[in-house]
């Protein structure tokens, strides 16, 4: 009727996503001075527009922010970190990140531009510490048949806290 058509010009369209279920199965490979973290897409993944991932790396002393990236669904799902303090304390967090824009023009408005829309998910946070790294000049300083007397230098990474 004509009155439907009238009703369906006027009526103001609205586009909306859903928040997305965060990734999983977090895991982190530990090196002295870095790490590679790795994750899997979500379990409930039927989300159509889910296009990727943030990920920050902070201190978890003062939270102070390292590196943040954003990851395509389309490329791996992991991200390595290099030249880490070892024996410092970080937090990688990653959320799962859906956009979509809205192709969708106001007719009451014919210069309007698409809206891009976003979603994220909440942060699954993981804490790590980068291992020690080894003493140097390990020599032998003397033995006997009941010990053995070892000498080193410290490692040359000075903020390491022994």
């Known amino acids: 009727t004509d009155l439907e058509k009238c009703l369906d010009e006027k009526a103001p369209k609205l586009t909306f996503i859903t928040k997305p279920f965060p990734p999983c199965n977090i895991q982190i490979m530990v090196t002295s001075d870095g790490a590679s973290v790795s994750w899997s897409n979500p379990d409930c993944e039927g989300h159509t527009s889910l296009t990727g991932y943030k990920v920050t790396l902070k201190t978890k002393a003062d ?21 880490l303090e070892s024996t410092t304390e970080y937090v990688v967090a990653i959320a799962s990140i ?33 291992l020690p790294k080894p003493p140097t000049n390990l020599m032998l300083e003397s033995s006997q048949s009941t010990f053995m007397k070892f000498k080193w230098d410290p490692p040359t990474d000075c903020n390491t806290k022994l």
Do not use: H, M, W
Request: aromatic share 8%; with cysteine; proline share 6%.
């Open 98 to 130: 859906c956009r979509d824009s809205d192709t969708t023009i106001d007719r009451r408005n014919p210069y309007s531009s698409p809206q891009i829309l976003e979603a994220q998910s909440d942060f699954i946070e993981k804490t790590f510490v980068p």
């Open 63 to 83: 939270g102070k922010i390292v590196k943040e990236e954003c990851k395509s669904k389309a490329g791996s799902n992991s991200l390595d970190f290099e030249n």
